[in-house]
């Protein structure tokens, strides 16, 4: 039995355009198109999953999360499997991607005669606060299939569009929702845009976006809020006022979908002016979308940090986590830092500053040897 480890890890995600045009069952109604860019922090990876086989015909499951102190979670049988759809539950996002992977069968015969000889340990960590806004879950979950795929063939071949629908049956499984543009952002490395066909013939595709790496890592920089959110509450009611086909919602969605264009050419011309107005624009529809996207102290932090960037936008859904700013000069960072350090408002007192890198890899699949 081969007890080394099987890794994979992935870069983080920024949003940049058309986010909510990729969330079903949105993307199932208008042809979704959004730009986002893969990025390490701190110069690594910041989210991992690897597994290995053991000799007990059992799975085990543990979270080393910075933020998480669980402990090692058993699944002994079927039973064990049954409250994957509460994602407040510790393991719930394990759960659904042992049903989602297809490596368990929660309507098959006994888990024990699934796991035939063997049984599994899987470990996960992410160095990113919960409710970062930058595509965690989905890219977490990304990792771990890729991982169960491999111990269950060690053979195959990650196909990056099986392993992005897969993803986003997974997520539907959890019950969070959620799109497609966390897995392609977190998976595929370097600058894209992703769109996907509506209709019958549903498919996730990207394309590179040639762009100035060195300058994007010179200017794009995050700011953490110090406030968390899960993204299914907002998500609820973005759905609910578009099914409710409220203009005001339909129209954003429309300007997210084409507005991505525009936000390619800024970075294709490298125009970083370009760039941050797109970026604004961007916040500006994500806050007609859901109404209580930005938290008071956000508004306050935009209004000091302004004169130093060419744009903002909170990553992901909004409502909390990381801030993405475009930096005039790499000399205005060091203001930001300069501002928050030395306010007199608590809340924005507790924002910290993080540099980020484009990663240009994306997902990487190893074998480690077993230490243990």
């Known amino acids: 039995m081969n007890l080394n480890w099987t890794v994979a890890s992935c870069p983080a995600r920024i949003d940049?355009?058309?986010?909510?045009?990729?969330?079903?069952?949105?993307?199932?109604?208008?042809?979704?198109?959004?730009?986002?860019?893969?990025?390490?922090?701190?110069?690594?990876?910041?989210?991992?999953?690897?597994?290995r086989r053991i000799p007990q015909k059992v799975i085990k499951l543990i979270e080393e999360d910075k933020s998480s102190q669980n402990p090692a979670q058993f699944i002994r049988s079927l039973k064990d499997l049954e409250n994957y759809r509460d994602p407040s539950l510790p393991g719930a996002l394990f759960k659904a991607c042992l049903i989602?992977?297809?490596f368990v069968n929660p309507s098959g015969p006994l888990l024990e005669l699934q796991l035939q000889s063997t049984g599994i340990e899987i470990r996960t960590c992410s160095e990113l606060p919960h409710g970062s806004g930058l595509g965690t879950?989905?890219?977490?979950?990304?990792?771990?299939?890729?991982?169960?795929?491999?111990?269950?063939?060690s053979k195959i071949t990650i196909e990056n569009e099986k392993l992005f629908h897969t993803v986003l049956k997974t997520e539907e499984l959890l019950t969070t929702g959620g799109g497609w543009q966390d897995q392609v952002g977190g998976v595929v490395g370097g600058v894209k845009i992703g769109r996907c066909s509506n209709g019958s013939s549903f498919r996730i595709t990207y394309e590179k976006i040639d762009s100035n790496i060195s300058?994007?890592?010179?200017n794009l920089k995050l700011i953490y809020t110090g406030k968390t959110r899960l993204a299914k509450n907002l998500l609820e009611t973005v759905l609910q006022n578009w099914q409710n086909g409220e203009p005001e919602v339909t129209s954003?969605?429309?300007?997210l979908r084409l507005g991505s264009v525009e936000c390619v050419r800024a970075l294709q011309t490298e125009d970083m002016t370009l760039l941050g107005q797109c970026l604004s624009r961007y916040w500006y529809l994500k806050k007609i979308l859901a109404k209580d996207a930005e938290p008071p102290?956000?508004?306050?932090?935009?209004?000091?940090?302004?004169?130093?960037?060419?744009g903002a936008c909170l990553a992901g859904a909004g409502g909390g986590g990381f801030l993405i700013i475009l930096v005039k000069r790499a000399k205005d960072f060091e203001k930001i830092r300069s501002i928050i350090n030395?306010?007199?408002?608590?809340?924005?007192?507790?924002?910290?500053?993080?540099?980020?890198?484009i990663d240009t890899c994306g997902l990487k699949v190893t074998s480690e040897n077993n230490s243990e």
């Open 342 to 357: 030395n306010s007199q408002d608590p809340e924005i007192r507790q924002c910290s500053l993080y540099d980020l890198k």
């Open 100 to 102: 989602g992977s297809g």
């Open 215 to 218: 300058l994007l890592n010179e």
């Open 252 to 255: 954003a969605l429309e300007e």
């Open 297 to 310: 102290h956000v508004s306050r932090l935009l209004n000091l940090i302004q004169p130093h960037t060419y």
């Open 137 to 153: 879950s989905s890219i977490l979950a990304s990792c771990i299939i890729a991982v169960l795929w491999k111990l269950k063939n």
């Open 16 to 51: 940049l355009f058309g986010g909510w045009t990729d969330t079903p069952p949105i993307c199932y109604s208008i042809e979704g198109a959004v730009v986002n860019a893969a990025i390490t922090i701190n110069e690594k990876h910041p989210i991992t999953a690897k597994g």
